[in-house]
């Protein structure tokens, strides 16, 4: 149900500035959103799961921030973020 060290390198490589960058704000939000998109597939099958829903309303609220402090500093990279992910139509 976790994100794994694996998948964490694939998506840092792939999203963020440099292999080793797990601090910038395009990896962070690419990790959180990976971790997103499994707790609401785990909730299809558990849906009384209040309170796994709880952590995900946490990390909802944490990539909305990060995604804004991206929109206020680099427009273009935010762009490029959510299109990638998929995140907004």
């Known amino acids: 149900m976790t994100v794994t060290s694996e998948m964490k390198k694939e998506l840092i490589e792939k999203h963020g500035t440099s292999p080793e960058d797990t601090g910038s704000v ?7 959103t990976a971790r997103i998109k499994q707790l609401t597939e785990h909730f299809l099958e558990h849906p009384k799961d209040h309170a796994s829903r709880r952590g995900l309303l946490k990390l909802v609220g944490k990539r909305r921030s ?19 992910l998929g995140i907004r139509k």
């Open 66 to 84: 990060l995604l804004n402090y991206l929109k206020k500093k680099n427009y273009e990279a935010y762009k490029q973020l959510i299109s990638d």
């Open 26 to 32: 395009q990896s962070q939000v690419a990790i959180l």
